[in-house]
């Protein structure tokens, strides 16, 4: 199925004229910084306490498995409640979440096990803000504008991370890594302030009659189903469309390398790259991963003018495989850096191409729904079993061949896709 038609550029007005979004921007900007920051402290944390490689993967892990344990019904929730209430309420307790860490630092109390749980509070909070977000930017900008949407968001969080996970490695050497966490407190509490300011109804009309399904008389008024059924219509919608199925699958493939390269990059570093401690280099890696989402955004519009959703993958995939294979067997961090950056690249082009094409073909009262069971399949499960299972071989073999599984998994996606694409041409 060919990617839709994206609008004439001269007849569509920039996206920062439409206030709504104009302050969604700022709001994500705002707490990719602070979350970048937390990105790198927590792993070095861990790290430093532990010198655990499972220990570490088991924090990379429990940032995203809400995402399995809560997905079906943070998606319910966030389709039958206020969804910018939602938002909001999610940052303020996330803020408070965070600053739990420092605090107990000051006191002398903190363990490895409170640092594991806040990962896990905290991400299953963010959860539930995701889930009112893919419904918000359809609400915000039109169906029309959602690639650009997503395009521009991604690529200003990438900017944004790029500068988070550089002040992470400043602030490694001032602070401990406890004290750092504060930046993200601080930016969870602007990021719900801003959110507060979209308003009700951004695009200053009244919100779209729920649809009808077809079996129901026009003359009866549709009833949104009850909580399990409503989970279920969200599951039908998603494994029946043959498009979104093949990308769901592809993408909790790379999830599952995202998760075994984010989850070892630290024990990597300190083993094969003689990056230790808190030497700030180990932020120019975390910021090499960042970085190459910048290019990504910026090249994935240019793709689906000229290709469809599964020939996307077709492109990305066997190049991000290739950059693995580069990263895991370089012992020169300079390398290492540049391979982590293109390999970022690709690796953002099949995620935001996997988002933008499943809020296109998503009607409006499952936004939330298929779109976090999507996203619990791929960050819920892919992450954190790429994190463990990567840091259990690790342990049992070896750094190379832990980092490897990375490799091994966006291969499967590729090969999966191309026989996909097969599928459809002889079809």
Same mark, same amino acid.
């Given at each position: 199925?060919?990617?839709?038609?994206?609008?004439?550029?001269?007849?569509?007005?920039?996206?920062?004229?439409?206030? +709504?979004?104009?302050?969604?921007?700022?709001?994500?900007?705002? /707490?990719?910084?602070?979350?970048?920051?937390?990105?790198?402290?927590?792993?070095?944390?861990?790290?430093?306490?532990?010198?655990?490689?499972?220990?570490?993967?088991?924090? #990379?892990?429990?940032?995203?498995?809400?995402?399995?344990?809560?997905? !079906?019904?943070?998606?319910?929730?966030?389709?039958?409640?206020?969804?910018?209430?939602?938002?909001?309420?999610?940052?303020?307790?996330?803020?408070?979440?965070?600053?739990?860490?420092? &605090?107990?630092?000051?006191?002398?109390? !903190?363990?490895?096990?409170?640092?594991?749980?806040?990962? !896990? =509070?905290? /991400?299953?909070?963010?959860?539930?803000?995701?889930?009112?977000?893919?419904?918000?930017?359809?609400?915000? %900008?039109?169906?029309?504008?959602?690639?650009?949407?997503?395009?521009? &968001?991604?690529?200003?969080?990438?900017?944004?991370?790029?500068? +988070?996970?550089?002040?992470?490695?400043?602030?490694?050497?001032? !602070?401990?890594?406890?004290?750092?966490?504060?930046?993200?407190?601080?930016?969870?509490?602007?990021?719900?302030?801003?959110?507060?300011?979209?308003?009700?109804?951004?695009?200053?009309?009244?919100?779209?009659?729920?649809?009808?399904?077809?079996?129901?008389?026009?003359?009866?008024?549709?009833?949104?189903?009850?909580?399990?059924? /409503?989970?279920?219509?969200?599951?039908?919608?998603?494994?029946?469309?043959?498009?979104?199925?093949?990308?769901?699958?592809?993408?909790?493939?790379?999830?599952?390398?995202?998760?075994? %390269?984010?989850?070892?990059?630290?024990?990597?570093?300190?083993?094969? =790259?003689?990056?230790?401690?808190?030497?700030?280099?180990?932020?120019?890696?975390?910021?090499?991963?960042?970085?190459?989402?910048?290019?990504?955004? &910026?090249?994935?519009?240019?793709?689906?003018?000229?290709?469809?959703?599964?020939?996307?993958?077709?492109?990305?995939?066997? #190049?991000?495989?290739? =950059?693995? %294979?580069?990263?895991?067997?370089?012992?020169?961090?300079?390398?290492?850096?540049?391979?982590?950056?293109?390999?970022?690249?690709?690796?953002?082009?099949?995620?935001?191409?996997?988002?933008?094409?499943?809020?296109?073909?998503?009607?409006?009262?499952?936004?939330?729904?298929?779109?976090?069971?999507?996203?619990?399949?791929?960050?819920?499960?892919?992450?954190?079993?790429?994190? =463990?299972?990567?840091?259990?071989?690790?342990?049992?073999?070896?750094?190379?061949?832990?980092?490897?599984?990375?490799?091994?998994?966006?291969?499967?996606?590729?090969?999966?896709?191309?026989?996909?694409?097969?599928?459809?041409?002889?079809?």
């Amino acid at each position: 199925m060919p990617a839709p038609p994206s609008p004439p550029t001269s007849s569509v007005p920039p996206l920062t004229k439409i206030r +709504g979004f104009r302050f969604f921007l700022l709001s994500r900007v705002t /707490s990719a910084l602070g979350s970048a920051v937390t990105s790198v402290v927590l792993p070095v944390l861990v790290y430093q306490q532990t010198r655990s490689p499972l220990l570490v993967s088991l924090v #990379a892990a429990a940032g995203t498995l809400p995402y399995l344990l809560f997905g !079906l019904v943070a998606g319910a929730v966030a389709d039958r409640v206020d969804r910018r209430r939602l938002m909001v309420t999610a940052d303020g307790l996330n803020a408070l979440c965070l600053a739990t860490v420092p &605090l107990a630092a000051v006191l002398g109390v !903190l363990t490895v096990g409170q640092v594991i749980a806040v990962a !896990l =509070l905290s /991400s299953s909070l963010c959860l539930f803000f995701d889930a009112g977000v893919y419904g918000l930017v359809p609400e915000v %900008v039109g169906k029309e504008n959602i690639a650009r949407a997503n395009g521009l &968001l991604y690529g200003a969080e990438s900017t944004v991370r790029i500068a +988070g996970t550089s002040l992470a490695g400043a602030l490694l050497v001032l !602070l401990r890594p406890s004290d750092a966490l504060v930046v993200d407190v601080v930016s969870f509490a602007a990021s719900g302030l801003l959110v507060r300011a979209i308003g009700r109804r951004p695009r200053g009309a009244a919100d779209p009659a729920p649809e009808v399904p077809p079996e129901v008389p026009p003359e009866v008024p549709f009833q949104e189903p009850g909580f399990v059924k /409503s989970v279920g219509e969200g599951l039908r919608f998603l494994w029946g469309h043959p498009v979104l199925r093949v990308l769901t699958v592809v993408g909790t493939l790379q999830s599952f390398a995202g998760g075994a %390269v984010v989850g070892q990059l630290v024990v990597h570093a300190d083993r094969v =790259l003689g990056i230790h401690g808190t030497d700030p280099r180990i932020g120019f890696l975390y910021t090499a991963w960042s970085a190459g989402g910048i290019g990504g955004a &910026l090249l994935l519009p240019l793709l689906r003018r000229r290709l469809d959703p599964l020939r996307i993958l077709l492109v990305a995939l066997p #190049a991000g495989a290739a =950059l693995g %294979v580069v990263v895991v067997f370089s012992a020169d961090w300079r390398l290492s850096v540049v391979a982590l950056t293109l390999w970022g690249s690709a690796y953002l082009v099949v995620l935001v191409n996997t988002m933008t094409y499943a809020q296109e073909v998503t009607p409006p009262r499952l936004q939330g729904r298929v779109n976090t069971t999507r996203r619990m399949l791929s960050s819920g499960l892919g992450v954190p079993l790429g994190a =463990l299972v990567a840091g259990a071989l690790t342990a049992r073999f070896g750094i190379h061949t832990g980092m490897s599984a990375a490799v091994v998994s966006v291969t499967a996606a590729a090969l999966l896709a191309l026989r996909s694409q097969g599928e459809r041409v002889r079809a």
